[in-house]
């Protein structure tokens, strides 16, 4: 398996513009997450996914944010207008399910992340 | 709630002693999972070591071993005899109850001096 997919890996970008990040991630893996990292803040949980339903976007800072998972191999995040405060390091992960006693399948595996700078 | 508190922003050793980098982490749930991360500077997230609330014995993998204290909520990592290649920041998570939820701390930056 090529592991999770994101892209792209750089993107810079204007003020007011709308910028869409993409995540593929691992086959078979029922959950999906996006994190986002700067200096200040440290990672983020931004929103996660199972089964391709949002179940938690509490960490989405507001309304510019949004992201979807139309199906299993597929997540966007959108930010709509972006903001030079929006620059980080954007970070799409995939998991199996929950399942504490398989210590096989506890894993998250995390893409190269996007680094998105807004100008 | 649920919390992870990394103490330390920045850590030094000396290659090949051993190192702890401090972890406590807070939750009401009775079964959770705890992770530790490596980010060397190339920025991708390294999988290292995976402690679940219900083992018995601290988990090892090679030169990593969690010091796992669950009376005092503390899932310390030391990685011993350290490496220049060790030099990254270091991130403790958590996974709580039956969420999937995965959150981390803020961060350990380790250097290990020649």
């Known amino acids: 398996d090529a592991g999770v997919i994101q892209s792209p890996r750089h993107e810079v970008t204007e003020m007011g513009q709308e910028v869409t990040l993409r995540c593929k991630p691992i086959?078979?893996?029922?959950?999906l997450f996006w994190y986002r990292q700067t200096m200040m803040r440290g990672l983020e949980l931004l929103i996660y996914?199972?089964?391709?339903?949002?179940?938690?976007d509490s960490g989405m800072p507001e309304d510019r944010f949004s992201a979807k998972m139309p199906n299993a191999s597929f997540s966007t995040l959108k930010i709509q207008p972006s903001e030079p405060r929006d620059s980080a390091v954007y970070f799409c992960?995939?998991?199996?399910?929950?399942?504490?006693?398989?210590?096989?399948?506890?894993?998250?595996?995390f893409g190269s992340g996007t680094r998105l700078t807004v100008v | 709630a649920q919390k992870i508190t990394q103490t330390q922003p920045g850590m030094f050793v000396q290659e090949k002693e051993a190192v702890t980098l401090d972890c406590t982490y807070d939750?009401?749930?009775?079964?959770?999972?705890l992770f530790w991360y490596k980010q060397p500077s190339s920025g991708e997230m390294i999988f290292l070591i995976y402690q679940g609330s219900y083992d018995q014995q601290n988990a090892t993998e090679g030169r990593y071993s969690l010091n796992f204290q669950k009376a005092r909520k503390s899932a310390n990592l030391v990685i011993s005899a350290s490496q220049l290649g060790d030099s990254a920041m270091y991130f403790c998570?958590?996974?709580?109850?039956?969420?999937?939820?995965?959150?981390f701390g803020q961060g350990t930056t380790l250097q290990v001096k020649p």
């Open positions: 992960a995939s998991s199996l399910a929950t399942a504490w006693v398989d210590r096989d399948n506890y894993g998250y595996t």
């Open positions: 086959s078979g893996h029922d959950y």
């Open positions: 998570a958590m996974r709580g109850g039956n969420t999937g939820k995965l959150i």
């Open positions: 939750t009401s749930d009775p079964s959770y999972g």
């Open positions: 996914f199972n089964n391709n339903v949002p179940i938690d």
